[in-house]
């Protein structure tokens, strides 16, 4: 069965400084790896997804992520933190085939400091 | 293009008391999840409707039950409600496109809170 992983359940960065977010998955074929931001008090919002056409993706508000193969890895990044990026970070992944099962970390709350 | 609607928006109940939470997909989809996320327990999953009919169903009890309408919107009702059911509902959307991976479309969330 798939599932992902994401290390650290509350990361803080300083404000101008890497955004470095883990996720590492777990499947027998690479799947479908996607990333979600969620602010207070509302739903989650895609930030980018990984469908193989390419090992680096980028997404909406800066944030891009690599898949590595070889560390079962999807890391999400962004170079430069803003106060804005204070939000809860899900990474999620999904089987391909018609029936698709997602899966979603336990995500990842990110903390911003001036 | 509308996005994920979902209703009501806040809901106070007793514990006991039954409950129905609303969810309006994306135009176009045919695939409605649910999921509870209660304070510090992340995401969890509930349900999945696809074409009228329940494909998977997460770890939570019978009194968590739902549907999915022909016009593909879906209801989640729980009876008996307990404190520990207070928590944001959220419904998700996606389209069934079995050439690429679609991923799927949050609503805002129903927050259910239970005295």
């Known amino acids: 069965a798939q599932s992902v992983t994401q290390l650290g359940s509350h990361v803080s960065v300083s404000e101008g400084a890497l955004v470095l977010l883990r996720c590492n998955y777990s499947s027998s074929v690479p799947p479908y790896l996607f990333w979600y931001v969620q602010y207070p008090n509302q739903g989650l919002q895609l930030l980018l997804k990984?469908?193989?056409?390419?090992?680096l993706v980028k997404g909406i508000n800066g944030f891009e992520a690599e898949f590595k193969k070889s560390e079962t890895s999807f890391h999400l990044t962004k170079p430069s933190a803003h106060m804005s990026d204070a939000a809860e970070y899900f990474c999620?992944?999904?089987?391909?085939?018609?029936?698709?099962?997602?899966?979603f970390g336990t995500g990842t709350k990110l903390q911003v400091i001036p | 293009e509308a996005g994920v609607t979902q209703s009501p928006t806040h809901l106070i109940k007793t514990r006991g008391q039954q409950v129905t939470l609303r969810c309006s997909p994306i135009s176009g989809h045919t695939s409605v999840y649910w999921y509870q996320q209660a304070l510090g327990l992340g995401l969890q999953f509930l349900l999945w409707?696809?074409?009228?009919?329940?494909?998977n169903r997460g770890n939570f009890p019978p009194r968590f039950s739902g549907r999915q309408f022909p016009n593909y919107s879906s209801e989640l009702n729980v009876n008996a409600l307990e404190l520990e059911d207070s928590a944001l509902y959220l419904c998700a959307s996606r389209s069934r496109d079995l050439r690429s991976n679609q991923p799927q479309h949050f609503g805002d969330g129903t927050r259910l809170s239970i005295l």
């Open positions: 990984y469908t193989s056409a390419a090992t």
């Open positions: 999620a992944s999904s089987n391909s085939g018609g029936y698709q099962k997602v899966t």
């Open positions: 409707y696809d074409e009228g009919e329940e494909r």
